[in-house]
């Protein structure tokens, strides 16, 4: 049987029976492609929930492990002598995402094997290999895509697998190699009008009073209510858009190549427990973005450059994908700056996440919900400040869920194939509805996904083009709303809850995964049938509701849940910018 690991149809032979590694070889948009192949696809080694549980915790152990060696090492080539932190500031969430990344790779791997014995796969010669990763933004744009994916499936095989899969070469075309983009033609994209007078705006302020003790970057906050809450700390109102802007170009040009010494130091640093250490070991120095190699002292001078010295800085996204802002934020907090850490959208908090990157960087966390950690810090949800919608209850508002194929993290979320239940969730909660529901249908597909899984085309195909939504404004599409359903229990349901508008939970829970904290509030949601993980379930309550849904949103036993629920998940309310203004003024003392 012929192992097809990706979506390039260059390794799918001519009329083999495929093994297709995963779900994601099944791109819907060449569906007429792999329908008409005999073929069966590998179960997802996710699949099992425990396994992904003790997996979350072997890679956090693992990843504190190379954090603690690239560190040294780190230190020991750039001439300095920071503390893990500082680091760990920089290399994550870049590190995190890698080790899961690969070991996610290599169990996929392990079970094809396992279950099919000996396989045979397609060897594209010649196959480009990427470039090295410009970024953790380049880093996550590329193994999300096939050609990064089918070189590190190749080299496992490689690897591990060399007496159990034989290779068949052939030859690659043009369309299907990999586009090398080296990091010094990265540049930021064109600004617009508006943009641009945003930026001299935002710079003329900064010169009028450059020393804010508080710096709050990509905070989340509407701009009316970050200028309220400058005011009330008597600052600046600042975006920083000269500061911290990223991308930048960045000269890597070196004469020798560092990257092979370096990654015998951080090998002979760790004692490889498995094959799987081994093989992430050999590499993982080669993986290093280009950012904390060859581009640190480029984006170690420029963040030299920004004279701001604040007494605490506070982001809700910098400290994710901003080099340049997490290598001055690092920067800060060695001479005394506090980082606040918030959450930029939430409701009912995953059971594990991100290795608890946030908080290890962090003086502290803001959440939405309760707290669940020592450095967390309840707080007004900062990007809900200004949600107030008045609908005309038009239609029954349903909010799709999306991903990308390939998964890059282990958390408490769907992986790879299992975003198709949401799919069929959606399609079972439409055909379960009484006909006159149907007929007031209307579902939004997440935005701006072209992650291949094709949800717009599949929903169009299965319910019909004048049920899906072509509204772009989010709130604009709520606005219209009898009820809304959201398939999934993040962001979007807090924002429904949030509305005040009758709002339903329909999602497959044994998906994502909870902190015990939220058992109350989750029990509590499904007496009031606010919550339901089964769709049939959830259409006949609607049916039974639709003519008058507020009758049951104001219900006794629903306006108790939904007190529960903003007592519990998501705070709200009309001083909020009065509660972050007295903690930033906390911090900054």
Request: net charge positive; aromatic share 12%; with cysteine.
């Amino acid at each position: 049987m012929l192992l097809v690991t990706t979506a390039l149809e260059d390794t799918w032979g001519a009329d083999d029976g495929i093994l297709f590694l995963g779900e994601w070889c099944r791109v819907y948009d060449r569906r007429q492609s792999w329908s008409k192949r005999q073929h069966q696809v590998v179960r997802n080694h996710w699949d099992d929930r425990k396994k992904l549980k003790t997996d979350h915790d072997y890679l956090a152990e693992l990843h504190g492990r190379i954090l603690e060696t690239l560190s040294l090492v780190l230190n020991g080539h750039h001439g300095t002598a920071h503390p893990r932190r500082y680091w760990q500031t920089i290399l994550d969430p870049w590190l995190l995402t890698y080790v899961a990344v690969i070991w996610d790779r290599w169990e996929c791997l392990r079970v094809a094997f396992e279950e099919q014995g000996k396989l045979e796969t397609v060897r594209l010669d010649p196959f480009s290999r990427t470039t090295r990763f410009f970024d953790y933004g380049d880093f996550i744009q590329k193994i999300l895509g096939d050609s990064w994916n089918y070189q590190i499936f190749l080299d496992i095989i490689d690897s591990e697998y060399g007496n159990e899969c034989r290779t068949r070469k052939s030859s690659c075309p043009e369309a299907t190699r990999a586009t090398p983009i080296e990091i010094s033609t990265i540049r930021r994209p064109a600004r617009s009008i508006k943009q641009r007078a945003a930026r001299l705006i935002d710079g003329f302020l900064g010169k009028c009073l450059p020393d804010n003790r508080a710096v709050i970057f990509d905070a989340y906050f509407p701009l009316t209510h970050l200028v309220k809450l400058c005011i009330g700390l008597k600052q600046m109102p600042r975006l920083f858009l000269n500061e911290f802007e990223w991308p930048i170009a960045i000269d890597n040009s070196t004469e020798v190549d560092i990257r092979d010494p370096l990654g015998k130091k951080v090998a002979s640093g760790i004692t490889p427990n498995t094959p799987f250490e081994s093989f992430l070991l050999k590499r993982i120095v080669n993986d290093v973005p280009c950012a904390y190699l060859e581009g640190y002292s480029t984006l170690h001078a420029k963040a030299a450059k920004i004279a701001m010295k604040p007494r605490a800085i506070f982001t809700a996204n910098a400290h994710w994908g901003n080099e340049l802002f997490k290598l001055w934020s690092a920067e800060q907090v060695l001479r005394g700056a506090k980082l606040v850490t918030m959450e930029h959208g939430g409701c009912i908090p995953p059971a594990f996440s991100s290795m608890s990157f946030e908080e290890s960087i962090a003086d502290k966390r803001t959440t939405w919900s309760i707290p669940y950690h020592d450095k967390h810090v309840r707080l007004p949800a900062n990007k809900l400040a200004t949600v107030d919608i008045k609908s005309t209850q038009k239609y029954m508002a349903v909010l799709d869920y999306d991903m990308p194929r390939y998964c890059f993290r282990a958390e408490a979320s769907p992986k790879a194939g299992q975003a198709l239940v949401h799919h069929d969730m959606v399609c079972q909660l439409y055909e379960s509805l009484d006909k006159n529901i149907q007929t007031n249908f209307l579902v939004r597909p997440y935005p701006n996904c072209s992650w291949g899984w094709g949800m717009r085309q599949r929903l169009v195909d299965k319910l019909g083009a004048d049920k899906i939504s072509n509204q772009s404004k989010y709130y604009d599409f709520l606005s219209k709303a009898r009820v809304i359903v959201c398939t999934y229990p993040q962001t979007t349901f807090s924002e429904a809850m949030a509305s005040g508008l009758p709002s339903i939970l329909c999602y497959p829970a044994h998906l994502w995964e909870t902190i015990p904290a939220m058992d109350s509030l989750l029990d509590s949601l499904k007496a009031a049938k606010i919550l339901f993980t089964d769709a049939t379930k959830a259409a006949i309550h609607i049916n039974a509701v639709w003519e008058n849904p507020l009758l049951w949103w104001e219900s006794s036993i629903v306006v108790e849940a939904r007190s529960m629920f903003r007592k519990q998940a998501v705070t709200l309310g009309n001083n909020g910018m009065v509660e972050w203004t007295i903690f930033i003024k906390e911090m900054i003392v």
